[in-house]
Nanobody, 116 residues
Framework: QVQFVESGGGLVQPGGSLRLSCTAS????????MGWYRQAPGKQRELVAS????????DYADSVKGRFTISRDNDKNFLYLQMNSLNPDDTAVYFC?????????WGQGTQVTVSS
């Protein structure tokens, strides 16, 4: 049984910042690549950022590069996403999961709304 629980979303004005957190249970967290995904209304779920195990190499979608930072704390089984300079196009439900995705169930996600 694998479970992901996301938190930290909310309503923020354009240009603002949020920090999302994800905790994973039921897996040996440190050995898996992890990613943040998001789904906006009427759109497909997309990968926003990912981080490999061991060397913690990060990769980002072009739309968020330079604004978002992914990190992980293997001792606490936590994944984070620091989001800066938010714009309305970032509005979505954000999820964490393995990357590459391995068909684990999705959590409830956390809503991020960017609006003035």
């Amino acid at each position: 049984q694998v479970q992901f629980v996301e938190s930290g979303g909310g309503l923020v004005q354009p240009g603002g910042s949020l920090r999302l957190s994800c905790t994973a249970s039921g897996i040996i967290f440190s050995v898996y690549g992890m990613g943040w995904y998001r789904q906006a209304p009427g759109k497909q779920r997309e990968l926003v950022a990912s981080m490999t195990p061991y060397f913690n190499n990060a990769d980002y979608a072009d739309s968020v590069k330079g604004r978002f930072t992914i990190s992980r704390d293997n001792d606490k089984n936590f994944l984070y996403l620091q989001m800066n300079s938010l714009n309305p196009d970032d509005t979505a439900v954000y999820f964490c999961n393995k990357h590459p995705y391995q068909n684990d169930y999705w959590g409830q996600g956390t809503q991020v709304t960017v609006s003035s």
